[in-house]
């Protein structure tokens, strides 16, 4: 007996899934812009491809991460102005305050280390224009900048956010 082959999803339910995800990132950060500004102990690390459709920023700055860049909202943010694509975002990298607009689609990682809570994602297509080779697999990945006490950029290892 012939077995029918599986249905095919044409509602494509993990793509709506994906957006929904990606609705509790921009109530974040709806909730981090308010007064008053991010309640208690949160802060978020929102990882994104610096090479997606829509990703703009310095390009010194998006050029020394040509595929991943992660940032943090934590003390030292200015203007988030998330929007219903996109969220806009000034930090300080070298002492120099420098403004993001990041696609929700570019983001990858959604991390709130205070309560543990992470969203991962599946990474969406580089920009048409902005198309670029895989790394070597030599090559390290690029750690992510976050805005020191003095305002200088510092690097955070991601490691103690990776599953084991």
């Not at 509790?24 to 909730?31: D, I, P, Q």
């Amino acid at each position: 007996m012939a077995q029918e082959p599986p249905a095919q999803d044409l509602m494509n339910y993990e793509a709506l899934a994906q957006d929904a995800l990606r609705g509790v990132v921009k109530a974040a950060l709806k909730r981090a812009a308010a007064p008053g500004g991010l309640p208690g102990a949160h802060h978020f690390y929102i990882t994104f491809k610096t090479d997606a459709a829509g990703v703009s920023g310095p390009v010194d700055l998006l050029s020394k991460y040509p595929d991943e860049m992660t940032i943090v909202l934590q003390h030292q943010y200015w203007d988030l102005a998330p929007g219903e694509t996109f969220f806009s975002v000034t930090l300080q990298f070298g002492g120099q305050p420098k403004r993001l607009s990041i696609p929700y689609a570019a983001v990858t990682r959604f991390y709130d280390p205070s309560v543990q809570f992470l969203l991962q994602f599946e990474p969406p297509p580089p920009g048409p224009t902005e198309a670029k080779p895989a790394p070597a697999p030599a090559e390290k990945a690029e750690a992510p900048a976050e805005a020191g006490a003095e305002g200088e950029a510092k690097i955070v290892s991601l490691d103690q956010f990776r599953k084991k």
